[in-house]
Every structure is written in structure tokens, then in C-alpha cells.
């Protein structure tokens, strides 16, 4: 009997699903959907992301996603990453004063079978490839830099769960090293941002705080190619140093949640025991 | 003879009921390792849906985010609470 109540359930939210999509489709809400060609603004954008012609627009990268993120709306993206930056100084300072590892526990090794340790090995080192080639062929490819530093950051977190986390911290992943490569990071992205302003100032001229390539009232701007490999200006140093604040920013995380909670426990009371 | 549109909303079809299946077996389920599980199965309908909807940057940013990086989230916080729905900790 309890089967069937499932059964009818989920035969039924087909069913709703099915025919608010159908209705939907054929115009029941009010209006048609759009025709599935190029429309007007994303038309915009496909001709104006790569043409060394048209100046004035262009990112001067193949990669229409990237630019819009890091060139046409770069802005939103840097605030984007500063919400995540501050959600991560948040989880720091609700787990301040808590060692990760204990003193006593520095030499202690334990974690799953050789066979599932080997494996892991071999794998993490693929997973930090892969992640590095989405960040870096960011502005070439499909990816970027959010993308690489979150595919990089399941590599620490399958070491945690399969070496244990004293390994981790016995191999120098601590949570101030990934603190100081995230800061190194975000003062990339922001040295980055006001690059073309540097080089500006420097000459004489003046140029936009997040300025790419070269416009008509600022006439300074990185270069698009370096020694004949097509680098996009600012891209490539956004999606590098977005990959170390991203995969540092996770590591972070998980290397908090890790702390066995009678740790956590622990050091609360001594906290209030002080007051 | 199905032409390759047809087949192409078929399987955006399919992978839509699969994700809704996920979802309402994950809302269901009292044991909650095994509701990460379901959330996981709906997270991979997605992302093969955002495949064919030709948005593989998307796709770069939802595998390891909502296969990797979001179930080991909620797996620590099941470990540090309980695994049974509605259990004391």
C-alpha cells in the first residue's frame, strides 16, 4: 500500500510537468517562446568577441562566456568573488582559535586500503591537470577560472577522505598556507583590474578601471597575444588568479568542516570557561 | 523517422523526469546518506541537460560543484548531526 502512494506521487508530478511544458509550448501561458535561432544581443556578441576589425567592442578572445564574464560585466564578476571571499573569512572566524589537528595527533596515519590510496594518487594528480587546463585554456575553451579552482578543489577534498585529514596538514596543505594563496589571489584579481590604469599612468595617459583592450578615449590596454599565442589581455591573469582563490577558498572549507566536533565542542567551553 | 530535433527534446524530456524522480525520492527518503545520493542522480540529469542545451560552461562549473564539491558538503554536516531524518543528534 505504501508503494503505491509513491508511485501514484511521482506518475502524477510527471504528468503536472508534462502537460505545464506542453502548454507552456504551444503558447498556453499568453505568449509563443522565442524561435531557437541566434537572437539580436547574443548575435552581438558572437561578432564582437574575437574581430581585431571592430576595436572599440572587442575582448579579443574566441571564448564569448569568458569575456562576457571577466570583460563586458567584469565588474559583477569581482564583486561575485568578493561575496564568496567574505562567506569564507565568515566560516574562519566562527572556527577561530580551533587547532585543525592536535598536537598529540601531528604523527597519526590511518585512511582507507593501499589500493584506494594508489588510485587516489594517481587520480588526484589527473584532477589538478584537467582543472589547471579549464583555468588556464579559460579564455580559449569553454571554462574559466571559478570553473578550474572548483574541479582542482576535489582533489584535497578526495586526499581528506581517503589519506585522512593528518595527512593533509602532514603535507603542508594548512589552512593559513590556502588563507595566504587566496589572498595572493584576490590581490591578483585586483592588481589585475587596475592594470591597464598602471600601465596608463606610467605612460601619461589615462584608461578604465577594468579595461581589456584598447578604446578610443583610452588608448592603452594589454595585449591580446604574447610571443603569437593568443592570451585576451586581462582574461588569462583573471581565470589564473580566480583559480588559486577558488581551489584555496574550498580547501578552506572543507579543511574547517574536517574538525571532529568534540574539538569544536571542546574549545567552545573553554572559550566561555574564560569569561 | 524521428528527425534530430525530435530525438534531441526526447532526451531532454527523459532527463527531466530522471532529475524530478531524483528530486522526489531525495525529498522521500528518511535516511539521509542515501538522499544525497538521489540529490547527486537529479545534479547529473542537469548537468547532461546543460550539455545539450550547449552550455558547457556551465556544465565545467555544475559537475564538480553539485557532484563533488556539494554532497561532501552535506555528507560532513550529515556526520556531524545525524543520519536519520528527524533523529536527535
Known amino acids: ?275 | 523517422m524521428l528527425s534530430m530535433e525530435t530525438l534531441t527534446y526526447g532526451i531532454l524530456a527523459l532527463l527531466g523526469v530522471i532529475s524530478l524522480l531524483g528530486t522526489y525520492l531525495a525529498i522521500i527518503e528518511k535516511d539521509l546518506v542515501k538522499a544525497v545520493i538521489f540529490s547527486a542522480l537529479q545534479s547529473t540529469a542537469y548537468a547532461f541537460i546543460f550539455y545539450i542545451l550547449m552550455a558547457p560552461d556551465i556544465v565545467l562549473v555544475y559537475v564538480p560543484v553539485a557532484v563533488g564539491l556539494y554532497p561532501a558538503i552535506v555528507l560532513f554536516l550529515i556526520k556531524k548531526t545525524g543520519r536519520l531524518d528527524g533523529d536527535e543528534p
Open chain 1, 1 to 275: 500500500m505504501k508503494g503505491w502512494k509513491h508511485v501514484i506521487a511521482i506518475t502524477s508530478l510527471v504528468v503536472s510537468t508534462s502537460v505545464l511544458a506542453l502548454a507552456t509550448a504551444i503558447g498556453g501561458l499568453g505568449y509563443i517562446l522565442p524561435t531557437p535561432g541566434v537572437r539580436d544581443l547574443a548575435y552581438w556578441y558572437l561578432v564582437t568577441v574575437l574581430s581585431p576589425s571592430n576595436k572599440l567592442f572587442t575582448a579579443m578572445s574566441p571564448e564569448a562566456v569568458t569575456s562576457i564574464v571577466w570583460d563586458y560585466r567584469g565588474l559583477d564578476t569581482l564583486f561575485e568573488t568578493s561575496v564568496f571571499f567574505l562567506a569564507i573569512i565568515g566560516s574562519i572566524a566562527l572556527m577561530r582559535g580551533i587547532k585543525i589537528v592536535p598536537e598529540r595527533l601531528r604523527n597519526y596515519s590511518s585512511g582507507m586500503s593501499p589500493i584506494v590510496k594508489t588510485v587516489t594518487r594517481i587520480t588526484a594528480g589527473m584532477i589538478i591537470a584537467v582543472a589547471a587546463s579549464i583555468a588556464l585554456h579559460g579564455h580559449l575553451t569553454p571554462g574559466g577560472g571559478f570553473q578550474g579552482g572548483a574541479t582542482a578543489a576535489v582533489a584535497p577534498l578526495l586526499l581528506m577522505v581517503v589519506f585522512s585529514i593528518y595527512f593533509i596538514i602532514k603535507s603542508g596543505i594548512t589552512e593559513e598556507r590556502m588563507l595566504a594563496l587566496r589572498t595572493a589571489g584576490l590581490v591578483g584579481i585586483v592588481f589585475t583590474a587596475f592594470s591597464a590604469c598602471i600601465i596608463a599612468a606610467s605612460l601619461g595617459t589615462q584608461a578604465y578601471v577594468f579595461q581589456n583592450q584598447p578604446k578610443s578615449t583610452a588608448a592603452v590596454g594589454l595585449p591580446a597575444s604574447i610571443m603569437g599565442s593568443l592570451t585576451s589581455g586581462t582574461l588569462i591573469f583573471f581565470n589564473l588568479f580566480e583559480f588559486f582563490a577558488v581551489a584555496a577558498g574550498f580547501t578552506i572549507v572543507f579543511l574547517l568542516l574536517s574538525i571532529p566536533e568534540n574539538i569544536v565542542k571542546q574549545a567552545l567551553r573553554g572559550v566561555e570557561s574564560e569569561h
